[in-house]
């Protein structure tokens, strides 16, 4: 099952390309999915299990499969992507003779509003109780909630934090984002207290007399998990019996349509989420419409 083109693909992605290790081993996933359909598939059609032998077709036929499977439109896509990646780099190193995946198109994905949550349900979060065990514990889990909101950071950023990423003099954190990519993100007064009030305090005790740079750690003193972070935000919302569906993601969501709500241009928000691309940006305007066209029919005499 081309181990050693696929392998060689994989080494690429991660020195030359520099992306990080989650991000590699969903490319394996989604490529040994992909040649396993294709290797099944070739041999019902007793054709040459080879590389030379992927065409368009049998792309178009593994997206019909997924469909048939049930897998959302945007897993759909994102399998394409992995795909189309490594069809490029298979033609590039002269391993293929055409790019087979480059003539299939994306599938249509549905035009989604992300999910955010009012000041009131972020103010459950931030001055509520928060859940844990002890005192180290609950200070921990509202810098965590404080640091989502102020800076919209991805989870994965959230927990790759170390210490020496908080700047407290100048008021920033330092993040490491997709692709490698270093971006300098402001932090507000609240946020700030919170860390500083953690780290200061409390994770001293988190920290077990052990050598750790990490920001945030578990109760054994490790860097915390992302399934962690979401145990916590769990736990969080069934003792403030909030219902509605909150992620990690929801904060950096929500920090973005605040942000838009209150004057903030597009591109200054696209650098502090750390979007390549203004496009992916944009999807929150359609939360500020959508936002907009609930108050005009609650507050127009004619709406």
Same mark, same amino acid.
């Given at each position: ?14 020195? &030359?390309? +520099? ?21 099944? &598939? ?6 040459? &299990? ?41 033609? !590039?190193?002269? @391993?293929?003779? /055409? ?29 509520? +109780? ?11 889990? %509202? ?49 700030? !207290?919170?860390?500083?009030?953690? =780290? ?7 920290? %077990? ?8 750690? +578990?109760?054994?003193?490790?860097? $915390?998990?992302?399934?962690?972070? &979401?145990?916590?935000?769990?736990? =969080? =919302?069934?003792?403030?019996?909030? @219902? %509605? /569906? ?9 920090? !973005?349509?605040?942000?838009?709500? +209150? ?5 200054? $928000? ?20 959508? @936002? ?12």
């Amino acid at each position: 099952m081309a181990v050693e083109e696929l392998k060689e693909y994989l080494d690429y992605l991660r020195v &030359q390309r +520099n992306l990080s290790p989650a991000t590699v081993d969903a490319y394996e996933r989604d490529l040994t999915h992909f040649l396993h359909f294709v290797w099944e &598939q070739l041999d019902l059609l007793d054709r040459p &299990q080879a590389l030379a032998e992927v065409d368009k077709y049998l792309v178009r036929d593994y997206l019909a499969f997924l469909n048939r499977e049930g897998y959302a439109r945007s897993s759909v896509a994102r399998r394409l992507a992995s795909i189309r990646g490594f069809s490029r780099y298979l033609y !590039a190193q002269g @391993h293929i003779a /055409k790019d087979f995946a480059l003539p299939v198109g994306t599938p249509k994905q549905p035009k989604t509003v992300p999910e955010t949550m009012t000041m009131d349900e972020i103010r459950c979060f931030l001055e509520g +109780n928060m859940p844990g065990s002890n005192e180290a514990l609950r200070a921990r889990n %509202k810098a965590i909630f404080e640091l989502l909101y102020a800076t919209g950071i991805r989870l994965s950023e959230l927990v790759g934090l170390n210490v020496d990423d908080v700047d407290t003099t100048h008021h920033y954190v330092r993040v490491l984002g997709k692709g490698r990519k270093e971006r300098i993100v402001p932090l507000g007064e609240y946020a700030l !207290a919170s860390v500083h009030n953690y =780290c200061l305090n409390y994770r001293g005790q988190l920290l %077990k007399g052990q050598d750790n740079p990490a920001l945030f750690l +578990n109760a054994a003193g490790s860097r $915390i998990t992302p399934r962690g972070v &979401q145990y916590i935000l769990e736990e =969080c =919302c069934r003792l403030l019996a909030v @219902h %509605k /569906k909150i992620t990690p993601h929801t904060f950096r969501h929500t920090f !973005a349509t605040h942000l838009l709500d +209150n004057g903030a241009d597009l591109r200054s $928000i696209q650098e502090l989420l750390g979007h390549s691309s203004l496009s992916t940006t944009q999807v929150y305007t359609k939360v500020t419409r959508s @936002h907009l066209k609930t108050v005009y029919n609650r507050a127009h005499p004619r709406a």
